[in-house]
């Protein structure tokens, strides 16, 4: 029997992250997601969620920044907002050879992917530990395990996730907060659509046993039940969901 907790999604609004959200709405939590900007796009996507019954909140973060991390989390505590369930799934690409890779898009997928973990979970894991439950899922990637021609920003960084999520469960282990990672494989999401189709042909999917790219809501399924009471063994995990690909 779940209850009704709080969870909070970085990168809420992209192709993963929504269905994550839907998948933890499902599963009976309030939901919280954060997108970079809260423009008109991301106000009608609340629109469509909360006149389809789900009246999910949205918070505008950079999760690379630490200032606005912070301030999200002195935000949410105003707003009478204790965050439970922690996924951390903003991300970003910016696929080049290391030889031709500006040093901008280093930095720009270490920050995003990487740095972001310790500035969205430092300040959350507080409440977490005072309450004595919490989960939190960090998004990685099977890149991050086998690698990939044109990410070695993206595989060091969804590398490094995992290297925080072990410490981080060693940490909190005993204070009822579990930490995992969950490393889906290429999915059906504007991130893969960006990989030039005769790459993506020729070279992607001859690598992925089942044959077909994944859907966000099967990884979904997946964050909801690590997200759920039965799974409170479940620490320092990395839970891999690829097709068979690695
Ligand atoms: N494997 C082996 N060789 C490859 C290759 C590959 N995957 N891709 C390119 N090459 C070879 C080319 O054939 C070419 O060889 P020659 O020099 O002998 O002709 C050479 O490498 C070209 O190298 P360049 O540095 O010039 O590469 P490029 O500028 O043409 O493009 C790239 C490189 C941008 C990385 C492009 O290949 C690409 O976009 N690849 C896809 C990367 C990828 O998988 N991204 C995943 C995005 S989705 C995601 O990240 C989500 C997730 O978690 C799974």
Not at 26 to 53: F, K, M, S, Y
Not at 95 to 115: C, Q
Not at 219 to 224: E, P
Request: contains cysteine; glycine residues 10%.
């Amino acid at each position: 029997m779940n209850s009704t907790r709080t969870a909070l999604i970085t990168g809420g609004t992209g192709a993963l992250g929504q269905a994550i959200a839907l998948a933890l709405h499902d599963a009976g939590h309030r939901v919280i997601v954060t997108c970079r900007q809260n423009g008109p796009a991301e106000q009608a996507w609340l629109t469509e969620h909360t006149e389809a019954g789900r009246p999910f909140l949205l918070y505008a973060v950079d999760v690379a920044d630490y200032d606005s991390c912070r301030q999200l989390a002195d935000t949410l505590v105003a707003d009478g907002h204790s965050v439970d369930i922690l996924v951390n799934g903003a991300g970003i690409t910016r696929d080049a050879s290391l030889r031709k890779m500006p040093r901008e898009s280093w930095s720009a997928v270490l920050r995003t992917n990487l740095d972001s973990m310790f500035n969205m979970t430092q300040p959350l894991i507080e409440g977490m530990v005072n309450q004595g439950w919490g989960r939190i899922v960090n998004i990685s990637s099977v890149n991050g395990f086998k690698g990939a021609f044109g990410q070695t920003n993206y595989g060091a960084a969804k590398a490094g996730v995992h290297g925080f999520t072990k410490s981080l469960a060693l940490e909190v282990a005993r204070k009822g907060v579990t930490v995992n990672t969950v490393s889906p494989g290429y999915l059906d999401s504007p991130m893969v659509d960006a990989v030039p189709a005769d790459v993506l042909e020729s070279q992607i999917l001859p690598q992925i046993p089942l044959g077909r790219l994944g859907q966000p809501a099967e990884i979904a399924a997946l964050v909801a039940f690590i997200c759920s009471e039965p799974a409170a063994y479940l620490t320092g995990s990395n839970v891999e969901m690829n097709g068979g690909m690695y």
